[in-house]
Nanobody, 114 residues
Framework: QVQLVESGGGLVQAGGSLRLSCAASKGVFTIVTMGWFRQAPGKQREVVASISSGGSTLYAASVKGRFTISRDNAKNTVDLQMNMLKPEDTAVYYC????????WGQGTQVTVSS
């Protein structure tokens, strides 16, 4: 199991920015695809962005052009830069491996006020 700790959430006005960070516990992180997910109240968890070990990225249509995912394999971290935030981005955000079973961290709350 890779332990994951998310940070960087908070309260921001619509149009603002936040940068989330995820720290992984060990080096297997460097060979796997990582993703950022979010879960809004009453909704299912969804993936918003992913990044392969080689740096290829994919984004959900709802965040494309506003969010940027990046990773630092030397530091075992993956970040999510979120710009032009909207109230509908309000959710608990999680990072996790993609394609491999792993426990979820505690997540970080992002609240966007209108």
């Amino acid at each position: 199991q890779v332990q994951l700790v998310e940070s960087g959430g908070g309260l921001v006005q619509a149009g603002g920015s936040l940068r989330l960070s995820c720290a992984a516990s060990k080096g297997v992180f460097t060979i796997v695809t990582m993703g950022w997910f979010r879960q809004a109240p009453g909704k299912q968890r969804e993936v918003v962005a992913s990044i392969s070990s080689g740096g290829s990225t994919l984004y959900a249509a709802s965040v494309k052009g506003r969010f940027t995912i990046s990773r630092d394999n030397a530091k075992n971290t993956v970040d999510l830069q979120m710009n032009m935030l909207k109230p509908e981005d309000t959710a608990v955000y999680y990072c996790n491996l993609i394609g491999r079973p792993n426990s979820w961290g505690q997540g970080t709350q992002v609240t966007v006020s209108s």
